[in-house]
């Protein structure tokens, strides 16, 4: 059968334009990747899409690292990153596993609830949570910083995950209560790992995101010395003001960049699945 | 103990911990914002003054909010028509256009979707940077002369050249939920069209936008709503709402009163004025979006 209706040319066309976004997508992180090779005088002297000179200055990373304090940016990052994933998963997976398969009083209410929120604008909070964070005494911690993170990532997460439980089989549960098994083992020993996939999926996509985070962390973190890699890069895109060291910028650039882009790479399904699955709702 | 209190326990013990910190954490900072929003404060206790509607009588009759409701709106349209037709294009090529390649674009494309708003801002700064930069390169190129536009500088430019950074940014993640869209289209329905003779582009308008203008609607109104919130980002690492106000955005000028200038509780109003905008906005686009939605049968 024949199943193309289109003409040569519109092909044609298109291939050109898949291939010009193409470069439009990847090309910015590759001169990134060679103006973090180059000193000062390179930037001056030529045009920004030349390929750095050799040696190849491999220092800017180091440079960068110490002297701008990316060593401490990106611990605190996998500080905050996998202290507000473990944490996200347990608040979102509790509430997701009981709306998907129990019913109880106040079951509609509380989903309502969780939905509506969805639709604030989180710019809204930033002035009150300022001054929460400030009475909590968690104001320039870390720690505040990963229990709000969890907190916020939770209804989306909590909707992809209703729609997992909900999809595996009664007869598994049902025996293990049957075995004598309390509901707080069938979660943990039965249905947490059936919902495997399900949990990833959420995890991967609240990594990327608090990898990212930037405006909480902006009016949160005031010390230097807890700035996570957003607020370190953007801290020092505003010190170009002062001194211009582009090479080390783009170092500081890639260092933040290049962990997401690994895990984007090893986990695009998931990814995938989780953003059709989040719009979906 | 009974089964049933015993199931109530487990159930309780499941919601309450999340429902609590929910509750700290996002429900009273609403109520609270709103709270704030009648005060005069710069954000130290002492001198907390209640104004009534104070705040927002003073938004009224301030032009910068004028101009940065302006600036909004005209980033959200341009970003919602960029999006939504380079996006669009895309996913019909990689879907129905049977192009080769296609896994392979769909993951290249998303690449700019996993970067930290701060990260594409420094990237683009220094493209559009005067002397230095990638497009000043580029053009001086073209034209054969020394081309030093500041993009960002001049007020003439400095608003459109925030929209390539967020175009750039969005195209991939709204490119995915279309291709799943598309994907669900039942194959049979396009078969038939053929058999019909019906032209690619006739099968574009007459089968795949109407199956798929739920996700369409859903991809505007998330585009809306993220932008009302995100602009905030995108100024503030890449022009800071300058120059003299001209990429002012209300998610900025909030900060910029809050944070910079201590006015915490007209900061405050501006943020309940930000949430109403963009329930108001999203109901109109409901509205105007409504079409009858089209059973596959």
């Known amino acids: 059968m024949k199943i193309n209706t289109n003409s040569p040319i519109t092909r044609l066309l298109t291939t050109l334009m898949l291939l010009v976004w193409t470069v439009f997508s990847v090309y910015p992180l590759i001169f990134s990747l060679f103006d973090s090779l180059k000193d000062n005088q390179q930037f001056y002297t030529k045009s920004a899409w030349a390929l750095p000179d050799i040696p190849l200055l491999w220092s800017n990373f180091s440079y960068t690292w110490d002297k701008y304090n990316f060593g401490s940016y990106f611990l605190n990052t996998i500080l905050v990153t996998g202290g507000s994933m473990v944490l996200a998963l347990l608040l979102t997976a509790t509430t997701a596993y009981v709306l998907a398969r129990f019913a109880f009083k106040g079951k509609g209410l509380l989903y309502y609830l969780y939905l509506s929120s969805l639709t604030i604008p989180s710019l809204m909070l930033v002035v009150p949570m300022f001054f929460l964070f400030s009475d909590l005494h968690v104001y320039n911690k870390l720690s505040g910083i990963i229990l709000l993170y969890s907190i916020t990532a939770m209804p989306m997460g909590m909707f992809i995950l209703i729609g997992f439980f909900k999809s595996l089989p009664h007869e598994l549960e049902e025996s293990a209560v049957i075995d004598g098994a309390s509901p707080y083992s069938v979660f943990f020993k039965i249905m947490f790992p059936l919902a495997l996939p399900g949990l990833i999926t959420i995890s991967i996509i609240n990594v990327l995101n608090f990898w990212n985070e930037y405006q909480y962390a902006l009016i949160l973190l005031s010390d230097a010395t807890k700035y996570t890699l957003p607020i370190g890069l953007a801290f020092m895109q505003g010190e170009m003001q002062y001194r211009i060291e582009f090479g080390p910028l783009f170092a500081g650039l890639l260092i933040s960049t290049i962990p997401i882009i690994i895990i984007y790479i090893l986990f695009q399904r998931q990814i995938n699945d989780g953003i059709v699955a989040g719009a979906v709702k | ?297």
Request: glycine share 6%.
């Open chain 2, 1 to 297: 103990m009974t089964t049933k209190r015993k199931r109530s326990l487990f159930i309780a013990s499941f919601i309450l911990p999340t429902l609590v910190l929910y509750s700290l954490f996002i429900f009273y900072p609403i109520i609270r914002a709103i709270y704030i929003s009648f005060f005069d404060w710069s954000g130290s206790s002492e001198n907390m003054n209640y104004i009534g509607f104070g705040n927002f009588r003073e938004m009224y009759s301030d032009p910068i909010i004028y101009k940065a409701i302006a600036n909004d709106y005209f980033l959200i349209f341009w970003k919602v028509i960029g999006i939504m037709t380079i996006a669009c294009f895309f996913a019909v090529a990689l879907t129905r256009f049977r192009m080769r390649g296609a896994s392979f674009y769909r993951v290249v494309f998303f690449f700019p979707n996993v970067l930290s708003i701060v990260v594409i801002a420094v990237l683009w700064r220094f493209i559009y940077n005067p002397s230095l930069g990638l497009l000043n390169d580029i053009l001086s190129l073209i034209v054969q002369r020394e081309v030093e536009i500041p993009w960002l500088g001049d007020s003439r430019y400095s608003l459109w050249a925030l929209l390539p950074p967020a175009i750039w940014a969005g195209i991939g993640f709204f490119m995915i939920l279309l291709i799943a869209a598309i994907k669900s289209i039942p194959a049979s329905l396009y078969e038939s069209a053929e058999i019909d003779g019906a032209k690619q582009w006739k099968q574009f308008t007459k089968i795949t936008i109407p199956l798929i203008w739920e996700q369409v609607k859903v991809s505007i109104v998330l585009i809306v709503i993220t932008s009302l919130n995100g602009s905030f980002a995108i100024v503030s690492v890449m022009t800071e709402g300058g120059p003299d106000n001209a990429t002012q955005v209300l998610g900025y000028y909030l900060y910029q009163m809050g944070f910079k200038q201590y006015h915490m509780g007209y900061a405050s109003a501006i943020g309940v004025f930000i949430l109403v905008l963009s329930l108001i906005t999203t109901a109109i686009l409901q509205r105007l979006m409504k079409r009858d939605t089209v059973e596959v049968s």
